[in-house]
Structures are given as C-alpha cells and as structure tokens.
C-alpha cells in the first residue's frame, strides 16, 4: 500500500471512493469533495494531488491491507466504484471477474458492516436481459454475460453482509476522463477533423454523463441506506443516436455517424438488446438527470476545459 496525503484546511468526515482513477471515481473525488475529505484509492495509478487530500494505491485483493487502510483512515462510508468493468474482459477472465467484481466487493461491504459504516456499490444496467426494457429496481435480474452475473451476485452478497448499503444500478456512460482520455474524447476528435464514426442503432440505454451520475450518487449518500436505486437518464437512447446528437452539436455533417447492428459484431459477452432503466425512485429522492444534448453541451465543454489545463 503506498498512501500519500496532503492535509486539507478545515477537517470533514472522510469518505473512502475505491476506483478513484477512473472514469466514475474521478468524478466522485470531485462530487464528494464539498462534505467530505475523500480518500482517493486507485491500484496501478498514480493519483494527482489535486484529486483529493488523501490517495491511496492498493490492490484490493488483499483483504489485510483493505483492513490496515480502513483502520488508518476511519472513514464514514465507501463508495466502491473500482471493478473489472469491461463486459468482454469479464467474460475472457471469468477468474479476475469473480474475484475484482465479487469477493473484493462482498468483503469490503462486510468489513463496512462490522465497522458500522455505510457502503454503496456501483451496479450495473447489465444485471437485466435487456428483453423488455425500461426496468424498474422490482423487476427480476437475469443476466446474460459473466459481467451482468458477477454483479448480480455481488448485489446479492451486500444485501446479506450489510442489509443497510446502497446499491446503485448504473446505465451506460459516457463523459470526460479526469484522469485519463475517454471515448468520448476520441469521438470529439474524430468528428471534428471529419472523420466517420460505426455504432450501434439497435442497443438502447438510459446513457447518463459520468458527472450526472456521481452528482447523483453524492446527493443520494445522504437520503439512501438499504435501498437498490435505478440511476438512468431520462430518455432512452442509442450509441447511434448520441453520435448523432453530438456531430449536430459540433456542426459536422450526421452522415459521418453510421449506423451498424449488434448482430455485425461479433464479441466475447453477449450484450443485452434494452436495459432502459426506469429511474422514477431515485428521482423522486433529488437524483437529477438533464437532457441527452445538455449533458453532451456540458462534456464538450469540460473537455475543452482539460485541454485548456
Ligand atoms: N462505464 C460504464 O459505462 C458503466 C456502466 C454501468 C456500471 N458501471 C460501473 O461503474 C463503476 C465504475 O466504472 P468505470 O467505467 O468508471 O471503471 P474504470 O474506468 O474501468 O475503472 C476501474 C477502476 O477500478 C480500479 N481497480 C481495478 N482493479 C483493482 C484492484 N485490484 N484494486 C484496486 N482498484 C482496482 C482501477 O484502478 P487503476 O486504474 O488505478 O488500476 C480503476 O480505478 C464500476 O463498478 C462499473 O462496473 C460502469
């Protein structure tokens, strides 16, 4: 374990958010920083200073070390957003999945529940079949990929090890890396020096901006424990469609976006047709989710904001 730390003015309560290097957790140091001081825990990177007043490198895998952190830090709560989050690589190394998605998630909520301290679990979308569509946190889970199962499970062990955490099912997402350049960086780019982009039309999402979820996941902390929250937009949309949106967006043609089907890919995990979310609970509770072409306004210009430094 290696710890840094840079003590911050006025001490707050700390929050421990694992996964902070990446896409979401980058984005949860920021959400989380005006209440807590967060405790920033990545495994293979290395942390800016900038990112929070406490950072963290640790595998873990090593439930001895998980204890020495948690003991060292005496947090209120974790977020856990650090997992093996890629379907394909999940379901090549179904090992890795078990034991990143599973084992670590269900023994960090238990170590959470003997400390009496609060847990929230980044899920998934992809714990549904996709057959119907617009799911709501009462509709039965039945994952088609190891990715959609080892979630599931995970959610499952949480709600035994420590009934009173917050699981909070997440749709596709898509934003500004923080710390590390995204895809939708890429598409930006493609699109702007005219270049085409492939995506599916057929594959629909309750997409939200990785900053509108850990917005919401900050403001849900402080009203949510033991509930499952469904955390998606409020439209249903397709990759297709966003590329669409953002080519208008960036006033280059919508012919450079072009439409390809689930069915021309062929890929390790098998992917879901609809897993829109029907997220009516968490918005009732304060979760705020703006217009697919705000969110994509509101990326463009953060990204335009790393860039500047
Ligand atoms: N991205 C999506 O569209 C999406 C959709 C639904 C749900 N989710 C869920 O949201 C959460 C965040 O996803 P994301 O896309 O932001 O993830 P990500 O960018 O792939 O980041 C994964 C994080 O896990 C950390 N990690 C991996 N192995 C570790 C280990 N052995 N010990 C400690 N940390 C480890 C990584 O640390 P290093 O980089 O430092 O190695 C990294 O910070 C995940 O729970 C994911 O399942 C994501």
Redesign the pocket.
């Known amino acids: 374990m290696v710890s840094t730390l840079s003590q911050s003015s006025a001490s707050q309560p700390k929050i421990v958010i ?8 980058a984005h949860l140091c920021r959400s989380f920083a005006s209440e807590f001081d967060v405790v920033a ?5 290395t942390l800016p200073e900038s990112l929070a007043p406490y950072r963290v490198r ?4 090593d439930q001895a070390m998980v204890e020495a952190m948690l003991n060292n830090m005496a947090p209120v709560g974790v977020i856990h ?6 379907p394909n690589t999940c379901q090549t190394r179904p090992e890795m999945s078990m034991s ?1 998605n599973v084992e ?1 998630t269900r023994n960090l909520a238990a170590s959470c529940a003997h400390r009496g301290i609060r847990f929230l679990f ?5 714990v549904f079949d996709g057959s119907g569509g617009n799911y709501s946190e009462a509709d039965p889970v039945n994952p088609i990929n190891t990715y959609g199962e080892h ?1 599931a499970l995970a959610e499952d062990l949480i709600r035994e090890v420590h009934p009173e955490s917050t699981i909070a099912r ?4 898509f934003g500004a890396g923080l710390l590390k350049p995204s895809a939708f960086q890429g598409w930006v780019d493609q699109l702007n020096r005219g270049g085409s982009l492939t995506a599916f039309d057929d594959e629909y999402r309750s997409a939200v901006s ?1 900053r509108v979820a850990a917005e919401g996941i900050a403001h849900l902390f402080h009203h949510v424990q033991g509930e499952t929250l469904h955390l998606g937009g409020i439209e249903t949309t397709t990759r297709y469609h966003l590329l669409n949106q953002l080519a208008t967006f960036l006033k280059q043609p919508s012919e450079l976006v072009q439409a390809q089907s689930q069915s021309e890919v062929i890929m390790p995990a098998k992917r879901p047709k609809d897993t829109s979310l029907d997220s009516r609970k968490a918005r009732t509770l304060g979760y705020k989710t703006p217009f697919l072409t705000d969110m994509i306004q509101q990326t463009v210009s953060a990204l335009s904001d790393i860039r500047q430094g």
């Open positions: 694992t996964g902070a290097s990446g896409f979401l957790g825990v990545s495994h293979l990177a640790m595998d873990l895998q957003a650090a997992a093996l989050s890629d990143l670590v980044t899920s998934t979308d992809l979630k997440l749709p596709w997402m990785y």
